[in-house]
């Protein structure tokens, strides 16, 4: 059984901004099994030379296992999939440019281990392998865990250290993991299980890893997975569409003695969300109304661990909501979408872009909201209120941390929100129990700021009496403006929220969103297929009254 798609990088990456030297293993491992897929491997220069990556010899778009951009970087060399089952695996070695911090778009040297992840587009045209198997079971998840077709995530376990012994005294190598399932907290976890491991045993432990693997039962949203791996069992499960918001059923487990277990995850998806809001949390509330509005937002970070989670912390600030515009944990150079959105012949899209090239604060200083990020620090540290700086002050990533933008808030600042989590600093309050609170905070706003729009769009549904078998489904009332902004007076999020300010304001503006736009036609998809539901469930029973006529007029004759 395989985790759809689900493939691993070996990668030997180039030299990185520290100044280290990779090192190539050109060792080959074959193993053949009742699985379809071929392995892909792909050539070319590393990104020190300029190069990109070489035409996939397997067919693919470029990536090796799962159609990613020929000019996405990926550290070094071999690839596993595309997996359609993982007994058919082919591990090779070579060069190749890399998705680990290569040189130029680290501003850290990363010496030690490090995890981030990133995200990229999928090749047009590329058939998806398992399409049909991933709709069943994206029907049970939340929206915001819901795949998006377009876009692959890269897992990655990043080790640079001192070694005398190579010429230029550094060794470095990853382990990157690509899947299209959006479980961050998983595959972190996962990797950093494997890969210490692989760096010291190489291709043939990895071997026994996709072993393992291969026999995982389907990651069916709802139940409590056990899958083995090294010797061990995670234990978890994936939320569903069903699951009261906020909640993690898989905790209550937790406390049952069971010798099998060796770990149990309380999570697949969500990051550590007051570490990551830490260094800017005086200005949490008005992050959220940025992502929520789909703003462009760059978030300029020392280190790649650092960008990628401070951008998953912002695009699940929203949730239930979900993110619909783009969004990159971590975003270089060498990234095929770089001309794109640095462009200024147009305006800034509608992204979030995590980053941490010193070039990027030159090139994007036009953008008009920017999170400079310091070194993220210890939770028991009271942090500092930093005030929002004026863009033009930006001009190096060598500039103070803080938020630079001249937005201006349409809510009233929520000052307890603040005050219980600065309480939680100085009461040594674990980081997990602050999270908890943090993500409360925000599930609570955003449902507020919600439920007057679900409440309204299903006042677009037609009644019951106005669907007949003798007619074509009824239509959907169109979404008017005016119309909703007359319902708020009496019916408004003032209902669920103690905040004040400009709502009116920030539900014009988010109604000219891509949020507003993705979420619109999600309800818009579903209340639909209810009508046609209805509608057949009429015919049906039609159907079933002229069968059962038809039976008493033959019996009476």
């Known amino acids: 059984m395989v985790w759809p798609p689900l493939c691993a990088r070996l990668a030997t990456p180039t030299p990185s901004g520290s100044g280290g030297s990779g090192r190539s293993d050109a060792s080959h491992v074959t193993r053949r099994g009742r699985g379809r897929g071929r392995g892909h491997v792909a050539a070319g220069a590393g990104p020190g030379a300029g190069g990109r990556a070489g035409r996939c010899r397997g067919g693919c778009g470029g990536c090796g296992a799962c159609g990613a951009r020929e000019s996405r970087p990926v550290p070094g060399a071999a690839a596993l999939g595309p997996l359609l089952s993982l007994a058919a695996l082919r591990v090779r070695g070579g060069l190749r440019p890399g998705a680990g911090p290569g040189r130029g778009d ?24 398992l399409c049909c198997f991933l709709d069943q079971l994206d029907r049970d998840l939340p929206v915001y865990l819901k795949r998006d077709s377009a876009y692959y995530y890269g897992y990655v376990y990043f080790r640079q250290v001192r070694d005398k012994s190579l010429k230029r005294g550094y060794f470095q190598k990853s382990l990157v993991l690509i899947s299209k399932l959006p ?5 972190r976890t996962m990797l950093k299980q494997m890969a210490p491991e692989y760096f ?34 995670m234990k978890l499960r994936i939320p569903t569409y069903r699951d009261k918001p906020g909640t993690t059923p898989i905790v209550q487990n937790m406390h049952q003695a069971d010798a099998q277990i060796s770990m149990a995850l309380p999570t697949v998806h969500e990051v550590d969300l007051f570490r990551c809001f830490c260094p800017v949390f005086f200005h949490i509330q008005m992050l959220w109304e940025l992502v929520l509005l789909g703003e462009p937002l760059v978030v300029m970070a020392p280190s790649p661990a650092e960008s990628s989670e401070t951008v998953l912390a912002l695009v699940s600030c929203i949730s239930p909501l979900k993110y619909c515009s783009d969004f990159r944990p971590y975003f270089t150079i060498h990234d095929s979408e770089f001309k ?37 620090k210890l939770p028991g540290e009271v942090p500092k209120q930093v005030k929002v700086k004026k863009l033009k002050n930006l001009k190096t990533l060598d500039s103070k941390p803080g938020v630079y933008t001249s937005y201006k808030p349409y809510l009233n600042k929520d000052e307890e929100i603040v005050k219980q989590l600065q309480k939680g600093v100085q009461q040594k309050r674990p980081t997990e129990a602050q999270s908890v609170i943090l993500r409360r905070y925000f599930l609570e706003l955003t449902e507020s700021f919600i439920i007057p729009l679900e409440r309204y769009v299903a006042s677009l549904m037609p009644l019951q009496k106005c669907i007949s078998p003798w007619k074509s489904p009824p239509q959907l009332r169109q979404f008017s403006q005016d119309d909703f902004m007359k319902t708020l007076e009496k019916a408004g ?61 033959s019996t009476l004759r």
Request: glycine letters at 8%; proline letters at 7%.
């Open 493 to 553: 999020p003032q209902l669920t929220s103690g905040l004040k300010g400009d709502w009116i304001g920030l539900y014009r503006h988010f109604l000219k969103s891509p949020n507003f736009d993705g979420w619109f036609r999600s309800r818009q998809k579903e209340m639909t297929q209810k009508l046609e539901a209805l509608h057949l469930e009429a015919l049906c029973n039609e159907v079933r009254k002229i069968t059962w006529f038809s039976g008493v007029r």
């Open 340 to 376: 794109e959105y640095t462009t200024r012949t147009q305006a800034p899209p509608s992204v979030i872009l995590g980053v941490t090239n010193p070039f990027f604060a030159k090139t994007l200083q036009h953008w008009p909201h920017i999170i400079r990020i310091g070194d993220i």
């Open 183 to 187: 479980y961050v907290h998983l595959f």
């Open 106 to 129: 680290s501003n850290s040297g990363c010496l030690g281990d490090t995890q981030f992840c990133f995200r990229f587009r999928r090749s047009p045209g590329r058939k998806v392998s």
């Open 200 to 233: 010291e045993k190489s291709e043939a432990f990895l071997e026994a890893v996709c072993s393992d693997i291969d026999h995982w039962p389907p990651p069916v949203p709802g139940k409590v997975l056990q899958l083995p791996i090294m010797g061990f069992i």
